[in-house]
């Protein structure tokens, strides 16, 4: 049976994949339109908008680092369009939000790369590998300490629970990012 957790999921994974072939088909329309205008300001800043639209969808999703590909290269072709129509501010709005958006998932990036060996660990003691357990509880309750709320999730999760939703409930962004990347390492969660 399917919890409705899974439901929600695969229901936000075909959202995704039919945007994504919406994108990539607008990307290639764009990308055919400045093959033949290099300058035309319009295919640029519609381009930018297909990309960070996707990002925004595939940081949604928690894929921290292609969303950052996306809006990357999002960010690129709104300075392009800049320096051919430097007084454009509703480019301008854009590529400084998109920017700003970027900021956000490179330090969400950073954050999951910096605690991927305690996920991996904690992934494993859920897989029953319960060798380092104790060193990582010792290691949750130190992350408490630091303003983390790790700890109550990760004892649910080595119960068996997989509900990201109820996992998540009370977590803040960051906490979050982290929960979800244990229930991906495990096969539970959101890609």
């Known amino acids: 049976m399917v919890s409705q957790a899974e439901g929600e999921y695969f229901g936000r994974l075909a959202r995704y994949n039919e945007a994504r072939q919406e994108y990539d088909e607008a990307k290639a329309a764009y990308d055919a339109a400045l093959q033949r205008a290099p300058d035309l300001v319009a295919a640029h800043n519609n381009k930018g908008i297909v990309l960070g639209s996707l990002g925004q969808l595939q940081a949604q999703l928690g894929d921290f680092d292609q969303a950052v590909r996306s809006l990357r290269v999002a960010v690129a072709e709104w300075s392009r369009s800049l320096e051919i129509a430097p007084g454009n ?103």
């Open 89 to 191: 501010q509703r480019i301008r709005e854009r590529q400084q939000q998109a920017q700003s958006f970027l900021d956000h998932l490179e330090h969400m990036s950073a954050l999951l790369a910096n605690f991927e060996p305690l996920l991996q660990a904690i992934a494993a003691v859920a897989a029953g590998d319960t060798m380092q357990q104790g060193e990582i509880e010792q290691l949750l309750a130190d992350l408490e300490t630091k303003g983390w709320h790790l700890s109550e999730a990760m004892q649910r999760i080595w119960q068996g629970e997989r509900d990201e939703t109820a996992l998540t409930a009370e977590l803040d962004e960051q906490d979050t990012a982290l929960v979800r990347r244990v229930l991906q390492i495990i096969g539970q969660g959101t890609p």
